[in-house]
Structures are given as structure tokens and as C-alpha cells.
Nanobody
Framework: QVQLVESGGGLVQAGGSLRLSCAAS?????MGWFRQAPGKEREFVAA????????YYADSVKGRFTISRDNAKNTMYLQMNNLKPEDTAVYYC???????????????????WGQGTQVTVSS
């Protein structure tokens, strides 16, 4: 069983930065970040393979967000720069035991989820 715990969310002004962390216990796999704004469906943000050699990004965050992981610490990160009000959402960490194009796997396919951390970007 894998347990995921996110941290690092908060309130920031537009143009600012935040770094999210996801600490994993148990065996880890490919991991990713999703987000869900009020009244909207959960959407893919970024993902990274177990080795870290492969990364995937939603078009809306490409060039602004960077995903990384430190397997020695069992932790994944999401560095978010140049934040925009439309980035406001609850951000969830997830893990999946499948290989392939991580960007196309819908939320229902991901095996494990964290509890979420709120990110609010003010204009």
C-alpha cells in the first residue's frame, strides 16, 4: 500500500512561486500531480516516471512548472513559477503502477492519491 502526503500549498500573488512536495511511503511508481478547481473536473498537471527520466506536462503549465523527484527521499516535487489566478485549485499527488504516456491516463486509472493541498493565486 502506498500513502501520499502533499505539502507546500498556500496563498501567493500572481507572478509568484510555490513548491509542492509529495512524500510517499511504501513502494513508489510513476507519480504525478493533478488539480481540481471548484466546479471543475480533476485535471492532469504533470507526471514523472519512476526513474525521473521522463516528464510530462499539461500545455497550460508547460514552461512554468517543473516536476522532479528524489527517490532516496521518496519525495516528488512540483516547482510552480509565474503563477496565474487560473492555477488556483486543490493540487493532488498521485501514483500509478503503469508505464507509458503518463499524460493520457485519466484520474480513474491512477492507483493512489494524496489528500490534496490548496493553492490560491490572487490577482
Amino acid at each position: 500500500q502506498v500513502q501520499l502526503v502533499e505539502s507546500g500549498g498556500g496563498l501567493v500573488q500572481a507572478g509568484g512561486s510555490l513548491r509542492l512536495s509529495c512524500a510517499a511511503s511504501g513502494r513508489t511508481y510513476a507519480m504525478g500531480w493533478f488539480r481540481q478547481a471548484p466546479g471543475k473536473e480533476r485535471e492532469f498537471v504533470a507526471a514523472i516516471t519512476w526513474s525521473g527520466s521522463g516528464t510530462y506536462y499539461a500545455d497550460s503549465v508547460k514552461g512554468r512548472f517543473t516536476i522532479s523527484r528524489d527517490n532516496a527521499k521518496n519525495t516528488m516535487y512540483l516547482q510552480m513559477n509565474n503563477l496565474k489566478p487560473e492555477d488556483t485549485a486543490v493540487y493532488y499527488c498521485a501514483a500509478i503502477n503503469l508505464a507509458g504516456n503518463l499524460k493520457v491516463f485519466p484520474p480513474a486509472v491512477w492507483n493512489y492519491w494524496g489528500q490534496g493541498t490548496q493553492v490560491t493565486v490572487s490577482s
